[in-house]
């Protein structure tokens, strides 16, 4: 198992940066596929990015691309996710979340989740 701990959330203006991280426990973190999603109040749970175990596959919404960047750091046991050019419509709170095998976009095949981090960005 592994236990996820995100941080780094916070309120930003348009255009402003945030990093995200989330800290693994465990030794086997570096077996894990890591996700990021994120909810926004009254939609459903959306993918946000991907990585896999060797830190250099990514896969990302199209709506992040060219401004939100996802990497691992596997002897920190730590993912981040680096967000640039913020809009208001990024505001959600944000998780993190592990699977095993391969990369998937979807929320119900990953295993571990993490509580979330809220990120609010003003227009």
């Known amino acids: 198992q592994v236990q996820l701990v995100e941080s780094g959330g916070g309120l930003v203006q348009a255009g402003g940066s945030l990093q995200l991280s989330c800290a693994a426990s465990g030794r086997t973190f570096s077996r894990y596929v890591m996700g990021w999603f994120r909810q926004a109040p009254g939609k459903e749970r959306e993918f946000v990015a991907a990585i896999l175990t060797n830190g250099v596959s990514t896969h990302y919404t199209d709506s992040v691309k060219g401004r939100f960047t996802i990497s691992r750091d596997n002897a920190k046991n730590t993912v981040y996710l680096q967000m640039n050019s913020l809009r208001p419509e990024d505001t959600a709170v944000y998780y993190c979340?592990?699977?095993?095998?391969?990369?998937?976009?979807?929320?119900?095949?990953?295993?571990?989740w993490g509580q979330g981090t809220q990120v609010t960005v003003s227009s």
């Open positions: 979340a592990a699977r095993t095998s391969a990369l998937r976009i979807m929320a119900d095949d990953y295993n571990y």
